[in-house]
């Protein structure tokens, strides 16, 4: 077992390693056993991070021209779809050069704005780099002087595959073999943002001058249900609206609507860019704030302190009472939203409860929402 730990949360976390460190050792270990003839036990690798990995080899044949074996994926207590998955890579000789290709299980790139072109296999390039390293050790090690043919499968990727983001991003037949470090952190926050960004690349590279960032399941099936049309234009952010803002900015999109649940968006209220209830809180100081302003009574507004949830704090209000709170909530949201891109692109926010049948908008969202919809016309 792999014995690499983070703290997170106060917890102890076991890492793991990528399906790109899988990948790669596997390669290593069959490129040996191809010059050598030999069985390879364990392949040590040192992944991009610095962390030498030594993993054991499984399933391993020696043909006539080939070699091939597995490396399991161990996700550590990041646990995920991949988690536990038999990576193979199989090596041939070539007269020159390094070729590396996908098999069974690994999807093929469908849109641009990824990492490799579209029509490649989703081999991300730091794991392809680790491969060609891996495979160059074993000529080293054994005096071989000419080419290696490498190809990557994973069998069931591309049922494991439906558990993960690639179909939403454009990666069909099997998962994807990643990884820029090597090694996986439980609650890796770079991890989740690297998602967000490689989706609104996605999205860019398609044409996209608006981005629509949706918050979870709730934002996704808002969309779905009231505005279908902009579900060609929406990543989800998850709690990382900060980050997802700064990715708008950077990869040029002219525009950011951010669409989620009132539950979580009050939070912005306050400025607070990661939504997570273990970040920060205030949902209902924000509430008691801007329903101050409203004119709200020092009474109901004690009563709002005083909830759990943000329909709960709502529900207190009467009509007008709650219009008027929304449209300072709205206002406050909207000033956050631009002082984190400096006025840089224009944003808006469209925020919703299911429960009580109302959405609440800052000023510029009905346009971006228009302005989307005119060019997926």
Do not use: W
């Not at 029509?119 to 991300?124: K, L, R, S, V, Y």
């Amino acid at each position: 077992m792999f014995e690499e730990y983070v703290s997170h949360g106060g917890r102890k976390l076991r890492c793991g390693y990528t399906t790109g460190s899988c990948a790669a050792a596997a390669a290593g270990a069959a490129a040996e056993m191809l010059l050598c003839g030999d069985v390879v036990g364990e392949f040590q690798l040192v992944t991009p991070k610095g962390i030498v990995l030594s993993l054991e080899i499984l399933d391993p044949k020696i043909g006539e021209d080939f070699a091939s074996c597995a490396v399991r994926k161990d996700g550590g207590d990041d646990i995920d779809a991949t988690d536990g998955i038999l990576v193979y890579a199989e090596v041939k000789k070539l007269p020159c050069g390094v070729k590396i290709t996908g098999g069974e299980g690994v999807g093929k790139v469908t849109r641009a704005g990824l990492d490799r072109p579209v029509g490649d296999f989703a081999i991300n390039s730091v794991p392809r780099k680790m491969i060609e390293e891996s495979v160059l050790k074993a000529a080293e090690k054994s005096g071989y002087e000419s080419g290696f043919s490498v190809r990557i499968s994973v069998p069931n990727g591309e049922v494991i595959a439906k558990k993960t983001y690639n179909p939403r991003m454009g990666i069909e037949g099997g998962i994807s073999i990643i990884g820029t470090t090597g090694i996986v952190e439980p609650m890796s926050r770079a991890a989740l943002v690297d998602t967000i960004r490689a989706e609104a690349k996605m999205r860019r590279a398609a044409g996209g001058e608006g981005v629509v960032l949706m918050l979870g399941n709730y934002g996704e099936s808002f969309i779905s249900e009231k505005f279908p049309f902009l579900e060609k234009c929406s990543v989800k952010c998850s709690n990382f609206i900060g980050e997802a803002l700064d990715i708008a900015v950077e990869l040029g999109f002219s525009s950011v609507l951010l669409v989620g649940h009132l539950g979580k968006l009050t939070k912005l209220g306050a400025g607070i860019m990661n939504t997570h209830s273990r970040e920060a809180d205030g949902r209902m100081e924000v509430l008691a704030a801007c329903g101050l302003k409203a004119g709200v009574s020092a009474e109901k507004l004690s009563k709002i302190l005083d909830c759990v949830t943000v329909d709960a704090a709502l529900a207190l209000l009467s009509d007008g009472e709650r219009e008027k709170t929304l449209e300072i909530l709205s206002r406050r949201v909207e000033y956050y939203l631009n002082a984190r891109v400096q006025g840089s692109i224009k944003t808006a926010a469209i925020m919703f409860s299911d429960k009580l049948k109302i959405i609440a908008k800052t000023e510029l969202a009905d346009g971006i929402v228009e302005e989307i919809e005119r060019v997926n016309r």
